[in-house]
């Protein structure tokens, strides 16, 4: 990935990622749209939206160089329908991948990554995307906060992507709280 500074690696093989924070991409905002209209093209209007989600979606902040989406369905039963699509994009579907409710999808290539996080529109998951993001974009402090704890878990947890996305979770607990639930 030329010209960004990354303070761990991060590569495909056998599915294992490494975790990877680059600096902010100013082309995720585009890949995000040229993604999201390529995958609204073969599901139709089974999605009913699509946004950008995490911290590739937050203006200048340090991010995995991989572009997290939340896509809504009215209902849960579409996601069935939804799989082989997003297979013949290059998509491998992971079930809920521990997120009872919450369907998660994983295109990689050799220059770009994209996640997307498939849950009903509306639901406590949807809420949180959305507040979560929000809130990082609002604030330059708990951007700092989030920056800071980023960079420390994907140095210690450089080779297991789960453990560094679990060890986030209570800081994300603390900025949308109950009020998603």
């Known amino acids: 990935m030329k010209g960004t500074k990354a303070t761990t690696e991060w590569l495909e093989g056998a599915d294992a990622l490494m975790v990877l924070i680059i600096e902010y991409d100013r082309q995720w905002p585009r890949r995000l749209r040229k993604e999201s209209k390529q995958i609204l093209e073969v599901v139709g209007d089974l999605l009913i939206d699509i946004e950008h989600i995490g911290s590739t979606s937050v203006e200048g902040f340090a991010a995995k160089p991989v572009v997290d ?34 369907h998660f999808f994983v295109r990689h290539s050799d220059d770009e990554g994209f996640h997307l996080h498939v849950v009903q529109h509306g639901s406590s998951y949807w809420r949180r995307y959305i507040a979560f993001r929000d809130a990082l974009r609002e604030s330059s402090k708990l951007r700092d906060e989030y920056a800071k704890l980023k960079r420390e878990l994907a140095t210690q947890f450089a080779d297991d992507p789960d453990a560094y996305s679990r060890a986030k979770s209570e800081f994300v607990e603390q900025i949308v709280g109950e009020g998603c639930q």
């Open 69 to 102: 989406m939340a896509g809504a369905v009215e209902r849960l039963e579409a996601i069935a329908s939804i799989v082989d699509p997003l297979a013949d994009l290059g998509y491998k579907y992971y079930g809920e991948y521990g997120l009872p409710d919450r």
